[in-house]
């Protein structure tokens, strides 16, 4: 819980303040998903710190992997007290809270931030157990192969858009991307060859890179006026399709003993898990957000203030 929140208040604060940075409009996309590739190589240090410390020291003294990982967040403290930081939007010219939720676009942006963060975390949470138990690999393979290789992926999109992103047009991207992803669950969920399912998780990583920043990026430009405020309601969303997603597939998972009997059953074996079955039909997480960007590009661009 601590660490939750912890990590809630850095998606809170930092990207209004990478938005907000004195920067060409068309890089602004650019920047945000810099920012979020970087999430990318923390985890792909976690999972690499973590599975070589659990060698070394032996899985009786997990408890010792926080007390380490916690010198990250420390040096975070020491860089803040001295890290000059960009006003943002002033309080008589921020959105209300109120009006941002009475527009049928924000509320669409907030679908965007939920598919987004369920395709993201539930691949990324439950890729592990998959190749572990689905797909025959073990414990340590699984781990590198499956979350670290996804989050390596991931960054590299992230990293890359970054780079280069602002020749790209970000919607074209989103839906592309998105629809990606879903194709990268099927695979997963319906290959009988184990290192192709492993590759379409790690995949995944790829296609869902820009789904989170992009969100922010693409709500930021049509809502100028938001603030922090409107940066803690996307990233609520995106917590919330975080925790639903991965819930979400192990309920799934475990109807494949009963009402999902006869569709497990033509789907490869997955040791019992019922993880294919769940994978399958978690395809339609990312299709909803794919769908959802199509609404928003017809949309009106609006900066609403008051």
């Known amino acids: 819980m601590v660490y939750a929140v912890g990590g809630g208040l850095l998606e809170v604060l930092l990207s209004p303040v990478v938005e907000h940075l004195p920067s060409p409009e068309e890089e602004k996309a650019a920047g945000m998903a810099l920012l979020h590739s970087f999430y990318c190589w923390g985890q792909v240090g976690v999972v690499v710190g973590t599975t070589v410390l659990l060698g070394l020291l032996g899985p009786a003294l997990w408890p010792v992997l926080p007390l380490l990982w916690a010198v990250v967040p420390l040096v975070n403290l020491a860089l803040f007290l001295r890290v000059p930081l ?26 965007l931030m939920m598919t987004g963060g369920a395709a993201e975390l539930t691949m990324s949470q439950w890729s592990s157990f998959f190749a572990e138990q689905g797909t025959g690999f073990g414990k340590a393979a699984g781990d590198l192969l499956g979350p670290g290789l996804f989050a390596i992926l991931m960054g590299l999109g992230r ?34 060859v184990p290192a192709v399912s492993l590759a379409a998780c790690a995949f995944t990583g ?25 940066f803690a309601l996307l990233a609520l969303g995106g917590d919330a399709g975080g925790a639903f997603g991965p819930w979400l597939a192990g309920i799934l998972a475990g109807l494949t003993g009963g009402p999902l009997a006869g569709l497990a059953e033509l789907l490869p074996v997955d040791g019992g898990t019922g993880l294919r079955t769940a994978l399958l039909l978690c395809a339609a997480i990312p299709l909803v957000f794919c769908v959802t960007v199509l609404a928003v590009r017809r949309s009106t661009p609006v900066t609403v203030a008051e």
Do not use: K, N
């Open 206 to 230: 790829l296609c869902i890179a820009l789904l989170w920043p992009g969100t922010f990026s693409l709500t930021a430009a049509r809502f100028r006026f938001g603030g922090a405020g409107m």
């Open 86 to 111: 960009p006003d943002t939007v002033p309080d008589e010219h921020r959105t209300p809270i109120r009006s941002l939720l009475g527009t049928p676009l924000f509320l669409m942006a907030l679908v």
């Open 159 to 192: 990293l890359g858009y970054g780079r280069w992103g602002q020749r790209i047009p970000l919607e074209p991207v989103l839906i592309g991307s998105s629809a990606g992803a879903a194709l990268c669950y099927v695979v997963a969920a319906t290959s009988p």
